[in-house]
C-alpha cells in the first residue's frame, strides 16, 4: 500500500491526526494493533479542554458532545473538610467539558466509513522503516500475511508502550518521574455526588470525584503501590471515599455496585525531541502526565493540532518549515501541562518521604489558593488548557 502519511496507533491521537487530514485531502492510513471493540473497552479520563473540544468541531463530529457533554463552569479542591471552588467560566471566560475518552474515541470511530479514514484493526508488529530517509515504510502482519505500507511521513500515536517512540529511544532524551502511589478508580452507575468535580487532599490521602453523565460516576483514591484491587471491595473503597472527601459530598454519594475498578500507575514523562526524520510522534507516545490534571488526552489533542498544521503545509503548501518546527512547538505546551500535573499531583498527595514541614506547605498552598484571586487564576488558566 502507499499513501502519504501513515499513522500507527487508533487511540483518539491517531484517530482526530486521521480525520484531520483526511477533511483536506491528505491521504492517510491507521494500523491498529487491536480490535475495536477492544479500543473501546479501555475506562479513561474524560475532561476535555477547549482544544479537543475545537477540534471535534472544526472535524464537525461534535454533535454528541454537545448533547451529551457536561459543560463545568468549575471544579473544586478540598483539603479534606473545605471546598475551594475554582471559578473557571469567571477567572479565564471559558469552560471545560465532562466527556469519556471512550466516547470521543467512539465518535471518531463511527466516522470512519462516511470520512474516508482507512483503519485497519487488528495490525499485528507494526515495525518501522528507513524513518531517516523520504521513503519510509512501516510493515504489519494481518491474517497471517506480511503488508507493507509506503508513505511519506510516519506519525507514531501508538501510547507509551507502541513500537514509535522504542524506534528512536535511543536518539532522544527521557525525562521522567514515577509517582508512589497508584489511583484506584471505580466507575458506577450512580448519581454524582456533586455537580463538578472535586479533588481532595485528606490526612488519610487523595480523592477525586468525577462523572461520566448524570447518572454515572467516576471515583478515585490515591493508594500505595503494593495494592491489589481484589483486596478492594466495593464498600470498602465507598467507605474510604466518605472519609476523604468533604462531609458536604460525602454525605451526598450514593453507592452502587462498581462497573469497573482498577488501579493506575501514576508517571510524568516526556521523551524529547518528537520528530526524527519523517517520524513525529504525538500524545502518549511522546509523553505521560498524572491524570490529577486531567491533561492526558488534551495534550494528545495539542499535539494533533500542531501535526495537523504541519502536514497540511507540508502536502498541501509543499511548506517544509512547517515539519520542522513541529517538534519544538508541541514540546513548549508539552512542558507546561506537564508543569501543571505534576504540582498539582504533589500538591494533593500525602509523599511517603513527606515530614511534617512538607505536608504543612501543602495545608498553607490550598489555604493561600482559598483566598487569592491570583493564585485561583492560575490554575484555572491551567486547568482549562493553556492557548495552542
Ligand atoms: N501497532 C499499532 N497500534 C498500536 C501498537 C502497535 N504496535 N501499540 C499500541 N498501539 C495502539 C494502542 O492499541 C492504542 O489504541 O495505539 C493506541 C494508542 O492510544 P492511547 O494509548 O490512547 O494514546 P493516545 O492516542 O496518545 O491518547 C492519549 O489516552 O492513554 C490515554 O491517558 C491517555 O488520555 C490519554 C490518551
Ligand atoms: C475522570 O473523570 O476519569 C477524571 C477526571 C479528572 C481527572 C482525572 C480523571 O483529573
Avoid at 473540544?53 to 451529551?68: F, I, N, Q
Avoid at 522503516?129 to 523520504?134: E, K, P, R, S
Wanted: aromatic content about 8%.
Amino acid at each position: 500500500m502507499r499513501t502519504q502519511v501513515c499513522i500507527i496507533g487508533a487511540g483518539p491521537a491517531g484517530l482526530l491526526l486521521g480525520h484531520l487530514l483526511r477533511a483536506e485531502g491528505v491521504e492517510c492510513v491507521v494500523l491498529e494493533r487491536r480490535a475495536a471493540d477492544y479500543v473501546l473497552s479501555r475506562i479513561r479520563a474524560g475532561v476535555l479542554e477547549r482544544i479537543t473540544v475545537s477540534l471535534m468541531e472544526r472535524l464537525g463530529l461534535d454533535g454528541r458532545l454537545k448533547a451529551e457533554g457536561l459543560v463545568e463552569e468549575g471544579f473544586n479542591l478540598a483539603d479534606g473538610e473545605r471546598l475551594i471552588r475554582i471559578d473557571i467560566a469567571k477567572l479565564t471566560g471559558q469552560h471545560v467539558v465532562v466527556y469519556g475518552q471512550t466516547e470521543l474515541t467512539r465518535d471518531l470511530m463511527d466516522a470512519r466509513e462516511d470520512r474516508g479514514l482507512e483503519v485497519i484493526y487488528e495490525a499485528e508488529d507494526a515495525t518501522l522503516h528507513d524513518i531517516d530517509g523520504n521513503a519510509p515504510f512501516v510493515t504489519y502482519r494481518k491474517d497471517g500475511a506480511e503488508h507493507r505500507v509506503a508513505a511519506r511521513i510516519v506519525v507514531g500515536c501508538d501510547g507509551f508502550h507502541g513500537p514509535s517512540r522504542q524506534a528512536v529511544l535511543s536518539r532522544g532524551t527521557e525525562y521522567q518521574r514515577e509517582y508512589p502511589f497508584g489511583w484506584l478508580g471505580l466507575l458506577a452507575d450512580v448519581p454524582p455526588c456533586h455537580h463538578e468535580l472535586i479533588y481532595s487532599h485528606h490526612d488519610r490521602g487523595f480523592a477525586l470525584a468525577s462523572m461520566r453523565s448524570k447518572t454515572r460516576s467516576r471515583y478515585y483514591i490515591d493508594v500505595p503501590l503494593t495494592e491489589k484491587v481484589e483486596d478492594w471491595s466495593d464498600d470498602r473503597v465507598w467507605d474510604e471515599l466518605a472519609r476523604r472527601l468533604p462531609d458536604e459530598a460525602a454525605g451526598r454519594i450514593v453507592r452502587g455496585p462498581s462497573l469497573e475498578k482498577s488501579i493506575a500507575p501514576l508517571r510524568s514523562y516526556v521523551f524529547a525531541p518528537m520528530r526524527f526524520g519523517s517520524l513525529l510522534l504525538c500524545g502518549d507516545a511522546a509523553h505521560i502526565v498524572p491524570p490529577t490534571g486531567a491533561k492526558g488526552l488534551n495534550l494528545a489533542a495539542s499535539d494533533v493540532h500542531y501535526a495537523a498544521e504541519a502536514l497540511i503545509g507540508f502536502f498541501k503548501r509543499s511548506d517544509a518549515d512547517a515539519i520542522a518546527g513541529y517538534s519544538d512547538k508541541a514540546l513548549a505546551r508539552v512542558w507546561k501541562s506537564e508543569r501543571f500535573s505534576w504540582s498539582l499531583t504533589r500538591l494533593m498527595h500525602r509523599f511517603p518521604e513527606d515530614g511534617p514541614f512538607e505536608r504543612a506547605m501543602q495545608v498553607a498552598e490550598l489555604d493561600y489558593i482559598g483566598s487569592s484571586r491570583a493564585a485561583q487564576t492560575s490554575i484555572a488558566e491551567n486547568y482549562v488548557g493553556l492557548p495552542v
